[in-house]
């Protein structure tokens, strides 16, 4: 999610730091209310770089794509096809990305380049026909690229989704880039279609007790907070968890729940080698418990705004 916008398409709907870490809770009541949210989820990646594809059933092989390498989702938006998914694990299916995204990126920007009644009715043709594609999950996120690229695919994507979620780091390039997404709904909204509100922004990859840092950037984020909210929730810079997650190809909560406890930990390190000796269940925890309540505010934020 770093460095990019995250729309949502929807259908909806604290650790303590002891001798052993608790697990993560949420704030929705309870797991199993959570897990009833998200009983059947979508990623679809249309960001080039395929993060979120080599994250989920990446090859580790930047030569070789991850599955189609999306010519998929490429058929589905430009001839009307099928959406062809891969499942990853129960409850989640993935639209891979690949070397075909970046033709379907090409392809959406000479669409936008058309007479605005051309744009606009392509624009909702397209919100109808995913829509219509994804009508039997839960909750479909879509990765998107960062805002300075692909104009013509974000602008479209920002048509289909329901709600848009803008992570941004603290430096002022990045605070930049969340400051033209919006300029890019302004435009959206000039054109007279459906588009996505902003549910707000985010930060990312924030400093672990850095919180000058983090009060100067909220100060640069005024341009951005005087049109949505910030989210209270930050996601910090953890960089042990998040590596070891992507390079098994797994979910924070998986990597959390498989992790030894320290004093096993230490145990085995005379034992038996390791390839996560860097990786502690404190860390793993705090990185579950922070994306959480990332979730739990966003499901809160959006039900409350489709409500009013």
């Not at 309870?30 to 960001?47: G, P």
């Not at 048509?159 to 848009?164: F, G, I, Q």
């Not at 922004?201 to 005087?226: F, K, N, W, Y």
Request: glycine letters at 6%.
């Amino acid at each position: 999610m770093l460095g990019r916008s995250t729309c949502w398409r929807d259908h909806p709907s604290t650790v303590e730091i002891q001798e052993e870490p608790a697990p993560p809770t949420a704030r929705i009541d309870d797991r199993q209310t959570r897990d009833s949210l998200i009983a059947h989820s979508l990623v679809i990646d249309l960001d080039v770089q395929g993060n979120a594809t080599e994250h989920l059933i990446g090859t580790d092989d930047p030569l070789r794509p991850a599955d189609d390498g999306g010519r998929a989702i490429y058929r589905t938006i430009m001839d009307g096809d099928q959406l062809q998914v891969v499942p990853v694990r129960p409850g989640l299916d993935l639209v891979p990305a690949g070397p075909r995204t970046q033709s379907l990126a090409d392809e959406l920007n000479r669409v936008a380049g058309n007479r605005t009644e051309v744009i606009a009715s392509s624009f909702s043709g397209l919100r109808h026909a995913i829509h219509t594609a994804t009508a039997g999950y839960d909750i479909v996120v879509i990765d998107t690229p960062p805002s300075e690229q692909s104009h013509g695919l974000l602008d479209c994507m920002m048509v289909v989704a329901d709600a848009v979620v803008i992570p941004t780091k603290i430096s002022k390039d990045d605070i930049t880039g969340a400051v033209k997404l919006l300029q890019r709904l302004a435009a959206l909204d000039r054109l007279g279609v459906d588009y996505a509100r902003p549910l707000g922004a985010v930060l990312v990859s924030a400093p672990t007790g850095a919180s000058r840092i983090e009060a100067r950037a909220e100060a640069d984020l005024a341009l951005i907070t005087r049109h949505i909210p910030l989210f209270n929730s930050r996601i910090r810079y953890r960089p042990a968890p998040i590596s070891e997650a992507s390079r098994r190809h797994q979910t924070l909560q998986q990597i959390y729940s498989s992790l030894p406890t320290d004093a096993e930990r230490l145990r085995g390190l005379r034992t038996r080698p390791t390839n996560a000796e860097h990786l502690t269940l404190a860390s793993a925890a705090k990185a579950v418990q922070e994306h959480a309540d990332l979730f739990d505010e966003i499901v809160a934020r959006f039900t409350q705004d489709a409500a009013a």
